[in-house]
C-alpha cells in the first residue's frame, strides 16, 4: 500500500488504499433520510419473516408489541435518555407497528430516533454539568443496575438524580481502574481532572456516533429488532453489515494490519500486527492519528469525525494493493 507522511508535532498518517474505494459515498453528519427503496425492504423482510421462518408467525399486535419494547432498549438500554412520558406517548402505537412494517412504513422508527438525538443533546447538557460538580464518594449509595427492574424516569428531578449516580460510578471506575500496556507493565489511573475529561468525551462520542446513523442504519436497528422479536437469534443486516460479514467469511479483503478505535472525531492507532503491512512497513506507530486515505498520488479524502466503519472501508484493499 501506498503510504505519504505529513511532518507534525505528532506524527500524521495519511494512508492509501484501493482506489475503487475512495468512490463509496460517505454521509458525514448523519441526519438518516428515507432510502428510496427503503419502504419496499420492509415490506419483504416482512414478507420472508412470515413465510421462511421456521415457525411460520404472524406479524400482528403480540409481535409489535415485542418489537416496541426491544427498539427502546436497543436505543437506550439503561433508561437514562428517555423520559417515562416519551414512553408513554409512543406507547399509543405500540399494536400499531406491525400494521405500518407490513405496509412498509418506518416511520415510527424515525419518530422516536429523533426523539432519541433530542433527548440526547439535553442529556450532554446534563453530563457537562455534574461533571463539573463535585461528587462526594464518601456517601453510601447504590446504583441499580437490573434495568428490567427499573422503569424510566418519571420527571427531570427523578432522571437528574439516576444521572448524577451514573456519572459518580463512570468517575469513580475511571480513578480505581489501570491499564495494562502490552509490556505487561501497568499504567497508573488517571487523575481527577484526567477522569472528568475521559468520562465526558465518552458521552460526547457517543452522541455523534448516534447522530451519524444514516437509514441504512435506522432500518437495520428496527428490523433486527422485529426479527429478534421472532426468536433472539434473529437480525437484519444492512448493505454494509453483510459486505463485512461476507469479507470475514471469504477473507477476499486485507486490511494494513492495524488495530483502530475513534477517539474524539479521530481515528487512532492502538498497535500494528506484527507481520502485517503497516508493520512491515514500520513508519506507523501506536497513537498517530490518520487523517485522511489516499491511493498513491491520489485526492485524499479527509477521515475527521468520519465514522470508524467509513474510515476502515477506505483504508481495506486486495492483497497486494
Known sequence: MTRQFLPSRRRTVLLGTVLALLLVSLRLSAEPILGKDDRLVAQMVCEILQQGHVTRPMIGDEISKRLFQRFFKDLDPSKLY????DIDEFKKQETELDDMLLKGDLSFAYKVYGRFIQRIGQRLNLIN???DTKHDFTVKEYLDTDMAKVDYAQNDQ??????????KFDLLRERLGSTRAASGTKTPPPTEAEAVQKV???????AKRM???DNYDLMELYLSGLAASLDPHGAYMSPNTVDDFEISMRLRLEGIGAVLREENG?????ETVPGGAAGKDGRLKANDKIIAVAQGDGK???VVD?????TVKLIRGPKGS
Open 82 to 85: 428517555f423520559l417515562k412520558a
Open 129 to 131: 454539568e455534574l461533571l
Open 158 to 167: 427523578e432522571l437528574r438524580d439516576r444521572w448524577r449516580k451514573r456519572i
Open 200 to 206: 465526558r468525551d465518552r458521552y460526547r462520542s457517543f
Open 211 to 213: 447522530k451519524q446513523l
Open 266 to 270: 479521530n481515528t487512532i492507532v492502538v
Open 300 to 302: 485524499f479524502v479527509d
Open 306 to 310: 468520519m465514522r470508524l466503519r467509513e
